[in-house]
């Protein structure tokens, strides 16, 4: 019975690979304080594939997780306010639904996963609780049916003895397997989008390797189309098609995955790339971290917002905020200068 | 959890222990001749037959062994002043009284005190927070006997809505445990209220929400049993100070329970009866805050009680 179900809300939804699943156009948030309006993300676009994997990457601060939880109505409002912008996702707007609506695509089309596996889930509550509301709500299940089902998706995640951890408490599970319980609700109801808000960050390396493959191989099963959020390039070089970079709540350059670590056009992600250390690099060679402090973001920006902190800075940045501009074969970037063909700045 | 509960009874039965002997030696010390010392001059015959059945003729130490001994059988002996009652008598009649009183009270104190914490933490810096904060921050400044005649005042005389006092019928409940619950209801709303927006700004809310959950299911099932924590633990302290706080308000309102009992046995020097409610009293707080040490562990499944 459940799996009838299960498939034939599958089957509804099925989805091409290449299809546009999500078109998010100039989405912007502000975050209204006492010290001034904060404004988190000014106007971002991009658009997710079915069965595609887009990172986007950048400081903390520089947007990327508002950008999604605005998405999704996640964010507090007040102080949180949505601007502009338009998020489609299967023909409708998501930023201009009813909260009704919007509940029955969260956690059901479109789920979440967060960073701190440690937090996320609820200290309260067994896990076959936390994971069968899902599939109750979403998919009407009874609860016998959504107890199959969630120990069909704990065994999917590889934790040991299912049928029996299924009843634990969230404290009886480590870090990774609490990680991998989060993982098992939010694709419970097979979700079009998985957005990923820094899954791994709060993992040790072995850990965090572990999950990122247990994605991947969920994704290759389920076709699912995956927002990958981090700091970490190594995440994105491993699980990403597309990169996002974003910084002071702009998107500064979209790239392949490809042509993003080997031809980089901004210099913000030429600072990232210099940051990182790398293997083929002689042993000893210093690492560059990109200096200075991201900008003030309840201030007025003039100019480029990297301004202060650009190697390449000429006086003509400070004049316009650079538009994006596209070059080669589907790389934008949002610089005036070409870094391709200067030299790197001496060191100061 | 056996493990727990036998600790806790050894304790229980070593405060009991304490618990009587100081009281016992201060109340004897003080008046030695407790209610027998009246105005109107008794006979030296009367006298020496009233303190020889009260043992009054003994040596304080050995009718110390002889009141715990029969204490240890449950039986508390005689009053001094209500000659025709024994004492078990008037607790049997003046302890359920009480009690409902004090359970009544302490579930409007919760009632009242869970819905307007947890609307004033979803509805926060809005008119409906401010007004139930303020009322809260009144409740909790206000003594229950000044409560009490303000609402004797408005409801009994101007309303006309409550009878002023008296016992039998329900409705002779109603006021004074309305006014014995309100500064535990201002309280408990003010502790549901901070304890509902700690949780409120937990990672797992928001995992609640993007699972699509609607809000009054996050805010009941998620949120609640988080929130009201520092609640439960308040509960212990709660008990006491309604106990005490119906030795008040039982006096107000002409209620025939163990505390009117208990200021006419204090007034009038009656030291078994006053002996036996110390006791009585001190066998209710420690229950109770054994149910609320119990209840916590069945709230949060990260507290372990055996230790």
């Known amino acids: 019975m459940a799996e009838e179900i299960i498939m034939a809300d599958a089957a509804e939804h099925e989805n091409k690979p290449g299809k546009v699943l999500l078109d998010v156009r100039d989405l912007a948030v502000e975050f209204r304080t006492e010290d001034g309006n904060f404004k988190a993300v000014r106007g971002v676009d991009f658009e997710l594939r079915a069965g595609e994997t887009l990172g986007i990457v950048g400081e903390s601060g520089s947007g990327k997780s508002v950008t999604n939880l605005a998405m999704l109505g996640l964010i507090p409002q007040p102080p949180g306010k949505i601007t502009s912008g338009s998020a489609r996702y299967d023909g409708l707007d998501l930023l201009r639904m009813s909260d009704k609506q919007l509940s029955e695509i969260r956690g059901n089309r479109i789920a979440m996963i967060f960073q701190d596996p440690m937090t996320t889930l609820n200290p309260f509550l067994t896990i076959d609780e936390q994971l069968t509301e899902v599939t109750r709500k979403h998919l009407g299940l009874s609860y016998k049916d959504a107890l199959d089902r969630a120990i069909e998706m704990l065994e999917k995640v590889g934790i040991p003895g299912a049928n029996r951890r299924v009843f634990n408490y969230p404290h009886e599970f480590s870090g990774g397997m609490r990680q991998r319980v989060v993982i098992a609700m939010a694709l419970s109801c097979d979700p079009d989008i998985l957005i990923a808000d820094e899954p791994t960050t709060a993992l040790d390396v072995t850990i965090q390797a572990q999950i990122l493959e247990l994605m991947q191989k969920l994704q290759d099963e389920h076709g699912t189309a995956i927002v990958m959020i981090t700091h970490d390039l190594g995440v994105i070089a491993n699980m990403a098609n597309d990169v996002l970079v974003m910084y002071a709540g702009r998107k500064v350059e979209q790239a392949k995955v490809n042509d993003l670590f080997t031809d980089p056009r901004h210099p913000y992600t030429l600072g990232l790339l210099n940051s990182i250390p790398r293997i083929d690099e002689q042993v000893g060679a210093e690492l560059s971290p990109v200096a200075g402090q991201p900008p003030d973001m309840s201030q007025t920006i003039q100019g480029c917002a990297f301004y202060p902190r650009c190697p390449y800075r000429i006086d003509e940045c400070l004049q316009v905020d650079p538009p994006l501009v596209q070059v080669g074969t589907g790389t934008m970037h949002a610089c005036i200068r070409d870094v391709t063909t200067l030299d790197p700045p001496t060191p100061k | 959890m056996i493990k727990f509960l036998l600790k806790r009874m050894l304790w229980m039965v070593l405060t009991m222990w304490v618990v009587f002997t100081i009281s016992f030696f201060l109340m004897w010390t003080v008046s030695p001749e407790g209610a027998l010392l009246s105005e109107r001059q008794l006979p030296e015959a009367i006298k020496q037959n009233l303190e020889r059945y009260y043992h009054l003729d003994q040596p304080l130490t050995y009718r110390y062994f002889i009141v715990l001994w029969e204490y240890l059988h449950l039986n508390p002996g005689p009053s001094m002043k209500l000659i025709d009652k024994s004492i078990l008598e008037i607790l049997r009649e003046g302890l359920p009284i009480s009690i409902s009183l004090g359970v009544l009270g302490l579930s409007f104190a919760l009632i009242l005190g869970f819905a307007s914490g947890i609307i004033s933490a979803l509805r926060r810096q809005t008119v409906i927070d401010v007004t139930f904060r303020s009322i809260a921050t009144l409740g909790i400044a206000i003594p229950n006997f000044v409560l009490a005649g303000f609402a004797i005042i408005i409801f009994v005389f101007q309303l006309k809505l409550f009878p002023a006092a008296g016992w039998?019928?329900?409705?002779?409940?109603?006021?004074?445990?309305?006014?014995?619950?309100?500064?535990?209801?201002?309280?408990?709303?003010?502790?549901?209220?901070?304890?509902?927006?700690?949780?409120?700004?937990?990672?797992?809310?928001?995992?609640?929400?993007?699972?699509?959950?609607?809000?009054?299911?996050?805010?009941?099932?998620?949120?609640?049993?988080?929130?009201?924590?520092?609640?439960?633990?308040?509960?212990?302290?709660?008990?006491?100070?309604?106990?005490?706080?119906?030795?008040?308000?039982?006096?107000?309102?002409?209620?025939?329970?163990?505390?009117?009992?208990?200021?006419?046995?204090?007034?009038?020097?009656?030291?078994?009866?006053?002996?036996?409610?110390?006791?009585?009293?001190?066998?209710?707080?420690?229950?109770?805050?054994?149910?609320?040490?119990?209840?916590?562990?069945?709230?949060?499944?990260?507290?372990?009680?055996?230790?």
Not at chain 2, 225 to 250: C, D, H, K, M, Q
């Open chain 2, 168 to 307: 039998g019928r329900p409705i002779d409940l109603v006021l004074p445990s309305l006014c014995l619950a309100a500064p535990f209801a201002a309280y408990i709303s003010r502790l549901t209220r901070t304890g509902m927006l700690e949780v409120l700004g937990q990672d797992y809310i928001r995992t609640a929400y993007a699972k699509g959950l609607m809000p009054t299911t996050v805010v009941l099932k998620h949120a609640f049993r988080g929130a009201i924590l520092p609640v439960v633990s308040y509960l212990g302290p709660a008990t006491a100070g309604i106990l005490t706080g119906s030795l008040v308000l039982e006096r107000i309102f002409f209620i025939p329970g163990m505390g009117s009992h208990f200021i006419e046995a204090v007034l009038q020097k009656d030291h078994p009866v006053s002996l036996a409610i110390v006791m009585v009293y001190t066998f209710l707080l420690f229950t109770m805050n054994t149910l609320v040490d119990l209840s916590y562990g069945l709230i949060d499944p990260r507290v372990k009680l055996d230790k």
